[in-house]
Each structure stands twice: as structure tokens, then as C-alpha cells.
Nanobody, 126 residues
Framework: QVQLVESGGGLVQAGGSLRLSCAAS????????MGWFRQAPGKEREFVAA???????YYPSSVKGRFTISRDNAKNTAYLQINSLKPEDTAVYYC????????????????????WGQGTQVTVSS
């Protein structure tokens, strides 16, 4: 089992920045990749970033250039740096962990991930 705890969300003005953290505990040796998703009210959960164990990263075109995912394997923590925040970035941001073997997986799909955090709210005011 893997437990994930997100932190770093909050209220920020448009144009500002935030760094979200996701601390993993438990059987962290089994983690292949970690991802970040977000969900706004009335919308489906949306992929925003993923990072594999070998540090290969994935982003959708909608956030590329503003979002940066990173991980500190020694601390079992993943980070999501969000710059130039926009009101449409307002959502609950979730961290997820995947424990599969190999790298031939769809890291953008929520169903790929085995564990989820409770989420952290990001609110961007205009």
C-alpha cells in the first residue's frame, strides 16, 4: 500500500505561482510513476502532469510551459510547480501513484493509477 498526502494549495491571484507537494509513504519502492490531476466543479478529472521513475515527464499541451513536475526520490515526494496561474486553473489538485512494471503505459489516464491522495484546493482569483 502507498499513502499520498498533498499540500501547498491555497488562494492566489492570477499571475501568481504555487508549488504543490505530494508526500508518499508506505511501499514507495513499488512506485513506477507519479501524476497530478485536477478536477473543477462539474468537470471530469483532468491530467496535468506525470513523471516516471527515470524522470521522463508528460504534460498536456494546455499546461505545458506553465506547469513543471519533479520528484525527490530520497524524500518520496513529487512536486508540481504552477506559474502564471489563471482563474481557469481553479480546481482540486490530486496526486496519484502508479506501481506497474515497465513504461508502456498511458500516464495521462486516471485509470492507470493505483493510489490517490485526498486532494488540495487551488483557487485563483482574477
Amino acid at each position: 500500500q502507498v499513502q499520498l498526502v498533498e499540500s501547498g494549495g491555497g488562494l492566489v491571484q492570477a499571475g501568481g505561482s504555487l508549488r504543490l507537494s505530494c508526500a508518499a509513504s508506505g511501499s514507495t519502492f513499488s512506485i513506477n510513476a507519479m501524476g497530478w490531476f485536477r478536477q473543477a466543479p462539474g468537470k471530469e478529472r483532468e491530467f496535468v502532469a506525470a513523471i516516471r521513475w527515470d524522470s521522463i515527464t508528460y504534460y498536456p499541451s494546455s499546461v505545458k510551459g506553465r506547469f513543471t513536475i519533479s520528484r525527490d526520490n530520497a524524500k518520496n515526494t513529487a512536486y508540481l510547480q504552477i506559474n502564471s496561474l489563471k482563474p481557469e486553473d481553479t480546481a482540486v489538485y490530486y496526486c496519484a501513484a502508479f506501481r506497474g512494471i515497465g513504461y508502456n503505459w498511458d500516464y495521462t489516464a486516471p485509470v492507470t493509477y493505483d493510489y490517490w491522495g485526498q486532494g488540495t484546493q487551488v483557487t485563483v482569483s482574477s
